[in-house]
């Protein structure tokens, strides 16, 4: 079960920590990941990291911005999002998957909203 929060209102350049909670299982050898969907838009990857080693990768509109971590002892994931832009503005999900699929994320948290004033 994942479940995230930490979305809200803020001005453009400001800041916020998402934090995505899970449980259920042990996630070792899982990689944890944050997605987006903004208003009539698909969803769209934001960053992943594998749980064992915090390998993390970004897509290149967020990258220098958002930084995606974990804190194994808490089973959580974060994403820290400074610099924030209007076009960031997207309900934001995070997601979980065994490293051994290479496809496709089974499991999904409730989305957190957050907005981007201009």
């Known amino acids: 079960q994942l479940q995230a929060f930490g979305g809200g209102l803020v001005q453009a350049g400001g800041s916020l920590r998402l934090s995505c909670a899970a449980s259920?299982?042990?996630?070792?050898?899982?990689?944890m990941a944050w997605f987006r969907r903004a208003p009539g838009k698909e969803r769209d990857f934001v960053a992943r990291?594998?749980?064992?080693?915090?390998?993390?990768e970004y897509t290149d509109p967020v990258k220098g911005r958002f930084t995606i971590s974990r804190d194994t002892a808490k089973n959580s994931v974060y994403l820290q999002m400074n610099s924030l832009k209007p076009e960031d503005t997207a309900v934001y999900y995070c997601?979980?998957?065994?490293?051994?699929?290479?496809?496709?994320?089974?499991?999904w948290g409730q989305g957190t909203l957050v907005t981007v004033s201009s």
């Open positions: 990291i594998t749980w064992n080693v915090g390998s993390t």
């Open positions: 997601a979980a998957r065994s490293m051994a699929r290479s496809i496709g994320w089974p499991y």
């Open positions: 259920g299982r042990t996630f070792t050898n899982w990689e």
